[in-house]
């Protein structure tokens, strides 16, 4: 069943909203139990958002907006999009057969988001300018021309991303403790808390989790309480300066007694690495935030370690390799014999 088959009681479903689907949703939830110890946790659990369609969670709340956008008679669709967004609205655009412009900040992408928005059709527009600029003019389009923005500004792609709340619920068969993820425009903690919210009011769980938000150091508008000018951060996709979830990401952190803190980008790094060597599990860089912050407030105390823990990562590491070959050098090529071989690997 698909995902909007599957939660549409839950969800701004009508009898004639098309139901369309590239079998998004349904991510698998891993249990990490060797981070854990690692981390000096109970219990925790990888929700693994990078097995969506496009590679990213990107994909809940496309699914919805496209979908609405069809009922609604749109003919095309426009979002600014540090990589994930576009990919995702560029392949729903195409199911859908609407079109699909995309304002990217120029270089700013990462490879894997740059070649699967060419590939699905969309038209693809860089501009000189941050994430923050190519979403101002993305509102201003919204506002002058016949077109849909599907930034998370859009309400329906918070409704569509709710559904990855219920399925953590659906899997443990509870609420967790504590929820740990990445902020960047904020449109995702705002629906994991809307999502957890709503299935707890129909009784579904027996108590609300605390929302763990992380921001990378150097574009943490809400940990320091202005907007970034000029936010830089090696995780692209949190490289946002001026959140518009902004105030409802503090009303998630305030209403579940969280806390939005930050990370630096080797805190990233590290996390993102012992993601994929202990784990088995490849993210993105901007995705390993919420196991840098968790580990963070551990190592301060600040965190319960007899408590269920689920970490959300928001996409794929195929998205970003060269970053990954960068951070982690490639090795230099040697003579095919054994002699060389031995001595490489130190035996
Ligand atoms: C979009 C995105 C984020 C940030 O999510 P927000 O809803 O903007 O806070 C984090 N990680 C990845 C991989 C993303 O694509």
Redesign the pocket.
């Known amino acids: 069943m698909s995902l909007l088959e599957r939660y549409r009681d839950l969800l701004p479903i009508t009898d004639t909203t098309p139901l369309i689907s590239l079998a998004e949703g349904n991510t698998p939830l891993i249990s990490a139990p060797r981070l854990a110890r690692e981390i000096g946790v109970r219990e925790l659990w990888l929700k693994f958002?990078?097995m969506n369609p496009t590679g990213?969670?990107?994909d809940r709340g496309m699914v919805m907006a496209i979908a609405k956008a069809l009922e609604e008679g749109a003919r095309s669709v426009v979002c600014a999009s540090?990589?994930?967004?576009s990919a995702s609205a560029a392949a729903y655009a195409a199911r859908a057969g609407l079109e699909a412009v995309v304002i990217v900040p120029a270089g700013k992408i990462a490879l894997g988001k740059l070649a699967q928005a060419l590939m699905y059709g969309a038209k693809l527009v860089a501009v000189d300018g941050n994430f923050d600029a190519a979403l101002d003019i993305v509102r201003k389009m919204g506002d002058n021309y016949p077109i849909t923005v599907v930034n998370?500004v859009n309400h329906y792609r918070i409704e569509g991303?709710t559904t990855a709340a219920y399925e953590i619920v659906d899997t443990l068969g509870d609420a967790p403790d504590a929820l740990c993820?990445?902020?960047?425009?904020?449109?995702?903690?705002?629906?994991y808390w809307l999502g957890f919210r709503r299935y707890h009011e129909r009784g579904k769980t027996t108590h609300l989790p605390k929302m763990l938000?992380f921001q990378a150091e150097g574009a943490s508008p809400i940990v320091q309480g202005a907007p970034f000018e000029k936010p830089h951060t090696l995780?692209t996709?949190?490289n946002?300066g001026n959140?518009?979830?902004w105030r409802f990401?503090v009303g998630a952190r305030d209403e579940s007694k969280g806390c939005i803190d930050c990370v630096s980008d080797d805190e990233i790094v590290v996390a993102w690495r012992d993601l994929a060597r202990c784990e088995g599990v490849f993210?993105?860089p901007?995705?390993a935030?919420g196991i840098a912050g968790l580990r963070k407030l551990m190592q301060q105390g600040a965190a319960e370690p007899d408590a269920r823990y689920v970490a959300v990562l928001?996409?794929h590491g195929l998205?970003d390799p060269a970053m990954a070959v960068e951070q982690f050098a490639a090795p230099t090529p040697i003579a095919p014999t054994m002699a060389a071989i031995e001595r490489a690997l130190g035996w």
Do not use: D, Y
């Open positions: 958002e990078g990213s969670f990107k540090t990589g994930n967004t998370s991303q993820l990445p902020v960047g425009n904020a449109g995702n903690i705002t629906a938000g995780a996709a949190i946002i959140p518009a979830s990401a993210c993105e901007a995705s935030a928001t996409g998205k």
